[in-house]
């Protein structure tokens, strides 16, 4: 989800943490409590560029809903079990998206997609959670194997990216000795590049939202699934 390589900012975050770190080396031996202003604000535009990509699912995913009968009315009504979980595991990747060790990256990175798989299989029997699961299981599977997502260079240059862009701790490149780069962040999109496993992800969470949105309200409040056609839907 969030380890999607956002090709607008990438090269510009690196280039600049490079150029922050060496200017606090001159200032009082580089202590690490100092931070540059300008990397921290280029940080926070990469988050929110990220977090983009899930807002623009999540709103797709509700008009699609409503366009075939789901309820706005059943917006403020949708549960999961351990939906905390979600927090924790986008609060992870969130602050490995800051860290510039890659091997602390790709860990908090790969703690994350456990939590959220344990989210998954906990709500397993909510429609379209099988589907998020697999997405997750894609990401965390190609990142476990390669040390880092892949990240293919003609899906940045078509995503309006540059090739010169140098890729953060928890991305690396895909060459000839990547490992599953059928799963790597290989499609292009406005700004960012995506995986497969992301887009089952984005699938799945369509899923779960349209079958939230068309419960019967009764049976929805009381986290009761009901049966089309049944008394409980009049």
């Given at each position: 989800m969030l380890h999607l390589l956002n090709v607008q900012n990438t090269g510009i975050l690196e280039r600049n943490r490079t150029s922050c770190g060496a200017r606090r080396a001159q200032y009082h031996h580089d202590r690490p409590s100092r931070w540059c202003g300008h990397d921290r604000r280029l940080h926070v535009v990469a988050i929110v560029a990220l977090m983009s990509w899930l807002v623009a699912v999540l709103i797709v995913s509700v008009v699609v809903s409503v366009m075939r009968g789901g309820k706005l009315s059943n917006l403020p009504h949708i549960y999961a079990r351990a939906w905390w979980l979600l927090f924790v595991g986008f609060g992870m990747q969130i602050v490995a998206n800051?860290?510039?060790?890659?091997?602390?990256?790709?860990?908090?990175?790969?703690?994350?997609?456990?939590?959220?798989?344990?989210?998954?299989?906990?709500?397993?029997?909510?429609?379209?959670?099988?589907?998020?699961?697999?997405?997750?299981?894609?990401?965390?599977?190609?990142?476990?194997?390669?040390?880092?997502?892949?990240?293919?260079?003609?899906?940045i240059l078509l995503a309006g990216g540059s090739a010169d862009s140098v890729f953060g701790a928890k991305h690396v490149a895909l060459d000839a000795s990547s490992r599953l780069p059928f799963l790597a962040d290989v499609i292009p999109l406005p700004g960012s590049v995506i995986s497969l496993g992301d887009v089952f992800l984005a699938v799945g969470l369509g899923a779960f939202i349209e079958d939230q949105l068309k419960q019967p309200l009764r049976l929805f409040r009381h986290r009761v699934q009901g049966v089309p056609g049944s008394a409980a839907d009049r």
């Open positions: 800051n860290v510039s060790s890659s091997r602390l990256a790709v860990t908090l990175l790969l703690t994350s997609y456990v939590v959220l798989l344990v989210m998954v299989w906990m709500n397993r029997s909510a429609a379209g959670m099988w589907i998020a699961g697999i997405g997750l299981l894609m990401n965390f599977t190609v990142i476990t194997l390669n040390n880092g997502m892949p990240v293919l260079e003609e899906a």
